[in-house]
């Protein structure tokens, strides 16, 4: 005769239980997004009572939080291997914009790739996320680079090979990250038809555009007083 054995929930020490907590949290976001992320569900997948998870996440927004910051260290190591495997012209301008093409190339296939993580990783921080190169915390809880640091690198690597004047940077960002959100959530949310070949052919015509549009020289940026002027 088997004995059997009463069932006991696991238990936690040593900060373990909020790893466990944060861990649960990101599976649910991958399968769900960021709405999937919810204080009694992650404590039900963990094994604990509600009250346990409390104790390290008082608020839902403290949960979500922490899960979005692991969610785009995630991102971020997944871009990070991508670029690892680029191959880059000897050329130093030539070198700088192939590296911003595939900053944005990595973006988007982890928008593509991993759709709840992405969502929750850019939309679901309760307390919001910073324009790269604004702020410090670049890394997350296990000292994983954000997304933001290759965006940041990319454009410091223009500036230096004399292809974006430094002035130019804070608009750089902007450009930048407007053109390879926009494509993510083009495809995910307006276009979801598109076969991967047809992504591929879209992305890298949307990333020479950009790359073109920061590298040219020679022309002074228009003033808003000007760009209203032409509009009467």
């Known amino acids: 005769m088997v004995e059997k054995r009463p069932r006991t929930r696991a238990t936690y020490h040593h900060g373990d239980l909020r790893a466990a907590l944060i861990a649960a949290g990101v599976t649910l976001a991958r399968d769900g997004g960021p709405h999937a992320v919810v204080l009694r569900e992650v404590a039900r997948a963990v094994g604990v009572a509600p009250n346990s998870a409390y104790g390290h996440f008082p608020t839902l927004t403290a949960l ?12 971020g190591q997944a871009m990070g291997a991508h670029l690892d495997a680029v191959e880059e012209p000897a050329d130093r301008a030539e070198a700088a914009k192939t590296y911003l093409r595939e900053v944005g190339r990595a973006y988007v296939h982890y928008a593509v790739a991993e ?10 921080d309760p307390t919001g996320i910073t324009v790269p190169g604004t702020s410090t915390g670049d890394r997350d809880d296990q000292g994983r680079p954000k997304p933001k640091v290759f965006l940041e690198r990319a454009l410091a690597r223009l500036v230096e090979a004399g292809c ?49 549009g920061l590298t040219r020289t020679g022309q002074a940026p228009r003033s808003s007083a000007a760009i209203s002027g032409s509009l009467k």
């Open 64 to 75: 979500k939080s922490a899960v979005a910051q692991r969610a785009r260290g995630d991102m």
């Open 164 to 212: 974006l004047r430094p002035a130019d940077t804070g608009r750089a960002v902007m450009a930048s990250w407007a053109a390879v959100h926009g494509l993510s959530t083009m495809f995910l949310d307006l276009l979801p038809q598109l076969t991967a070949e047809e992504q591929e052919t879209a992305i890298g015509d949307a990333l020479d555009v950009l790359v073109a």
């Open 115 to 124: 759709p709840g993580l992405f969502r929750t990783a850019m939309g679901g």
